[in-house]
């Protein structure tokens, strides 16, 4: 887990609940996106569906569905 996580993990502990949402909310949009440019990144330099889903752990029919013909 990086430290960006622990530290909102922590910080929304002791924080109003809805504001802590939401700044949780940001940080999976933000993950959400890097890993959807590491996805294209894979394809890009050919490795193939079955190796993505592997690093995702999730089956290649999931990965394809999820980020295939973007």
Request: no cysteine; net charge positive.
């Amino acid at each position: 887990m990086s430290d960006q996580i622990r530290t909102a993990i922590a910080a929304a502990d002791g924080d109003e609940p809805l504001a802590a949402l939401r700044r949780l909310r940001a940080l999976h949009a933000d993950l959400a996106r890097a890993e959807a440019e590491q996805v294209r990144r894979a394809r890009a330099r050919a490795y193939s569906w079955v190796a993505i889903a592997d690093a995702l752990d999730v089956s290649r029919q999931a990965a394809h569905k999820k980020y295939g013909r973007r």
